[in-house]
């Protein structure tokens, strides 16, 4: 019977320690090419999971693949991903808000027609910011306060 085998947990422990493959080999009494085939992504045997845990002087178990602590670990991954997105929009939008607001001045300060009318525009397009702020506001508190706690 063969079982999924975390490749990278494995590989990353052996760089840890400074070993080459062909120390691990030997340490767990296996092939240098089985070590090969294992770190690019083969299954092992029970056997031979319980060879390399011993080699690392670990359970057995810390060597083999759970999906469920790399969906965890994805979805974080992912979390991550969409905050900074938001915060990178966030900046933007305050860019945006502080380039126009430069435009609407620009437009008040001349004597052409609708220079005393960028008021009302400058409102709106500061409520519009300060909505796209409020929601990162929200977010980011909801991330950092609003985490159901694990058990």
Same mark, same amino acid.
């Given at each position: 019977? &063969? ?14 320690? /400074?070993?080459? #493959? $062909?120390?691990?080999? $030997? ?7 089985? +070590? #090969?085939?294992? $770190? ?17 002087? +670990?359970?057995? &178990?810390?060597? &083999? ?5 790399? @969906? ?5 991954? @992912? ?18 808000? /502080? /380039?126009?607001?430069? *435009? ?9 027609? !609708?220079?005393?009318?960028?008021? *009302?525009?400058?409102?709106? *397009?500061?409520?519009?910011?300060? !909505?796209? !702020?409020?929601?990162?506001?929200? *977010?980011?508190? +909801?991330?950092?306060?609003? @985490?159901?706690?694990?058990?």
């Amino acid at each position: 019977m &063969t079982m999924d085998i975390d490749t990278e947990k494995l590989k990353r422990w052996r760089e840890e320690r /400074f070993w080459s #493959q $062909e120390h691990l080999a $030997e340490l767990a009494g296996v092939a240098l090419r089985t +070590v #090969q085939r294992i $770190e690019n992504g083969g299954n092992a045997s029970r056997e031979l999971i319980t060879a390399l845990a011993a080699a690392f002087n +670990v359970d057995a &178990t810390a060597l &083999t693949y759970h999906p469920e602590d790399h @969906k965890d670990e994805l979805a974080r991954e @992912k979390l991550a991903h969409s905050l900074s997105a938001l915060r990178l929009s966030a900046l933007i939008v305050a860019a945006s808000w /502080f /380039f126009i607001m430069i *435009v609407f001045a620009g437009i008040s300060a001349s004597d052409g027609p !609708g220079g005393d009318n960028m008021m *009302v525009p400058a409102i709106w *397009v500061t409520v519009g910011a300060a !909505g796209h !702020g409020l929601a990162v506001v929200i *977010v980011e508190i +909801v991330n950092r306060f609003g @985490k159901p706690k694990r058990r």
